[in-house]
């Protein structure tokens, strides 16, 4: 290493911290809206937007995906230096995902009141639920462009311009969603739907900002001819994109189907049982979204350093990651077992809807430090090509310990079963990616895909 040269931990720190700020920003929307519903509007109203959360995240998953699959081929692209195959890769990337946008979108939309009573809503919720769901269901189109282009800026290195889009966006909709709820400047007073509306608009303004600062900076990602050239899906690229993503969409369809199931549990214990759910994912979502955040960074890395031959820099990325993990993770960790009580009661103000929120956190939190050590192997492995050993590892874990587990315990101790499942399935997938990625994974030839 030259004088030049920094240490590779603060490279990689400076790439994940606008990173996690980002992502950090766009779960503040979620729980911008979810205070001013909460206390704007009550805790029937929370509860409504919560059921909404497991099914969106069953449909996002199909995007997240797609994104996954496209940022390891565009760090491969990027590192090798073929900005024209960049292109090629996103063009297709986007085209792909605004088609399945607006599919998606529609029929769900139309659906929503058979999908929230599936859910098992509770009946003085559901039409609350209904139309908070059907305005979200139908913004899915603005959405996945929103969050697909920020993934594939990430993959060539830049983790700023999302960061600026994201603050645009949470400006916008932190003063939309009192507005609406509230009748401001003449605008139409709304229910709980007010906050699914507020997203729509903010998203919407974002992406047509971003593509304007993406020509006016002259970004290697700007909507220019080449890229415009490039949207229409090219199979053998999209292919490679599936083969690559695939695993990880079924992974997190898993995942939200299991959220469905678990929603299911939490909903028989009432609509308290169920706004406290909603309050202990807002602050897991901020708990976990370093560690999501350096597992994403640790891929692009990987994938970066693989098309550019040095294969022999993964461990060193998987070592610093891990120790980032432990640093930040660790830190968020810490704040709420000593804050839980205030952090909860941002979210709700009904004093047994706080203590029953406190309670759960306490039982899960320290076991994000895992997930976040698991995801980090599982993103570096992801980055050479190797996607279904960890698919397979996170599916097993859900299907066979966390919705048993969840259902056992659920009835033999109460609600607080169903967070001791969730702790048990991330120290799972911790350990067993560890093994598989040191006693395997380490002994494989790696090759550049693209």
């Known amino acids: 290493m030259t004088k030049a040269e920094k240490p590779f931990w603060q490279t990689f720190l400076l790439f994940v911290l606008p990173m996690m700020a980002a992502n950090m920003l766009q779960s503040l929307q979620g729980t ?65 995902v605004l088609i399945g946008g607006v599919v998606i979108g529609i029929s769900t939309g139309i659906y929503s009141r058979n999908l929230m009573m599936l859910l098992g809503t509770p009946a003085n919720i559901l039409d609350d639920a209904v139309r908070f769901a059907r305005v979200s269901f139908l913004s899915m189109p603005v959405m996945f462009l929103f969050f697909v282009s920020s993934a594939m800026l990430r993959g060539v290195g830049d983790t700023v311009t999302p960061l600026y889009s994201l603050v645009l966006s949470t400006i916008i909709g932190a003063f939309i969603t009192p507005a609406l709820i509230q009748g401001w400047l003449g605008l139409p007073q709304l229910g709980v739907e007010a906050a699914a509306y507020a997203s729509l608009i903010a998203f919407t303004i974002s992406t047509i900002a971003l593509g304007f600062y993406l020509r006016w900076k002259r970004h290697p990602m700007a909507p220019d001819a080449a890229l415009l050239r490039n949207m229409k899906p090219d199979m053998k690229i999209l292919l490679l994109t599936l083969k690559l993503g695939i695993p990880t969409g079924v992974q997190m369809i898993t995942g939200a189907v299991a959220g469905i199931v678990i929603i299911g549990l939490v909903n028989a214990f009432g609509s308290n049982a169920t706004a406290a759910f909603g309050a202990v994912n807002q602050v897991l979502s901020y708990v976990q979204f370093p560690a999501i955040s350096i597992s994403i960074a640790a891929s692009i890395f990987g994938a970066q350093a693989i098309g550019a031959g040095q294969v022999d820099r993964l461990h060193k990325v998987a070592l610093t990651a891990l120790q980032m993990n432990i640093a930040l993770t660790g830190s968020l960790v810490l704040i709420v077992y000593l804050a839980s009580h205030w952090i909860v009661g941002l979210f709700v103000t009904d004093a047994a809807v706080v203590a029953l929120s406190q309670m759960l956190l306490n039982i899960v939190t320290w076991s994000s430090l895992l997930f976040g050590a698991g995801a980090v192997l599982g993103g570096i492995m992801r980055a050479s090509g190797t996607v279904l050993p960890p698919m397979i590892i996170g599916i097993g874990c859900i299907v066979l310990l966390e919705v048993p587990l969840a259902i056992f315990l659920s009835r033999a101790i109460g609600i607080q079963g169903i967070w001791w499942a969730y702790a048990a399935n991330f120290s799972m997938m ?21």
């Not at 911008?32 to 069953?58: E, K, Q, Y």
């Not at 911790?430 to 693209?450: D, S």
């Open 32 to 96: 911008i809206n979810n205070i001013f519903i909460g206390r704007l509007l009550g805790t029937d109203a929370l509860a409504a937007a919560s059921v909404f959360f497991p099914i969106m995240f069953l449909f996002i998953a199909f995007l997240i995906g797609m994104s996954a699959g496209g940022s390891v081929l565009i760090g491969q692209a990027f590192g090798a230096r073929d900005h024209a195959k960049v292109k090629a890769i996103t063009g297709t990337i986007l085209t792909v």
């Open 430 to 450: 911790m350990v067993l990616n560890a093994l598989y990625y040191w006693f395997v994974w380490r002994n494989k030839p790696i090759k550049r895909l693209v």
